[in-house]
């Protein structure tokens, strides 16, 4: 079976863990990454890898001493994931809100950026606010918070979180066309 159609039926099991049923585009993910130092950072986080696409460009860029952990609760995402063989990654099935306990079982207290393709709006409110403040929280000064959504419902929430240091792009070439945030602590 395809990629695509795999993941169209696992999104369809899954929906409120999934949030699409189409992988994200190669334009999609490029604007996800762009705005990531990749030079300067040696702990990135990864919310909600899917189908391992924006892994594997996250994967492109790193550093050779950086390393990416990426969460994921749905089983058979995880265990696609996990089929992904690169000594930087690092596969957790856990939630995206365990994020600070599980950086600090691996020694880190601070981390550069997080990559987020979590479908917030589809989470119970209480969870997407903690998921967003507790990365808020171990990010590094100036480090990174990038979410993308099909709405720009969230832009107050994280202006708020972020201290209005939110800028907002638009990705037409995507299915459905998306909204990239990005959040500077």
């Given amino acids: 079976m395809g990629k695509k159609r795999a993941f169209f039926k696992e999104a369809l099991k899954s929906m409120k863990t999934s949030g699409s049923f189409i992988p994200s585009s190669k334009y999609l993910v490029k604007r996800i990454v762009k705005n990531i130092d990749f030079e300067k950072s040696n702990v990135i986080i990864e919310f909600g890898p899917g189908n391992g696409i924006i892994t594997k460009e996250i994967l492109n860029r790193l550093n050779p001493n950086a390393i990416l952990l990426s969460f994921e609760i749905n089983e058979n995402f995880y265990k696609n994931i996990k089929q992904i063989d690169h000594k930087q990654l690092i596969v957790l099935n856990v939630s995206a809100e365990d994020v600070q306990v ?84």
């Fill in 102 to 185: 599980e950086i600090e079982k691996r020694g880190f207290k601070k981390v550069d950026a997080v990559i987020s393709s979590l479908p917030l709006s589809l989470l119970p409110k209480e969870l997407s606010n903690s998921i967003i403040k507790k990365s808020h929280i171990i990010l590094k000064d100036k480090g990174q918070f990038v979410q993308f959504q099909y709405s720009v419902n969230f832009l107050k929430q994280f202006k708020s979180i972020f201290e209005n240091k939110v800028k907002l792009e638009f990705e037409p070439l995507n299915f459905p066309p998306a909204f990239v945030y990005i959040c500077k602590k």
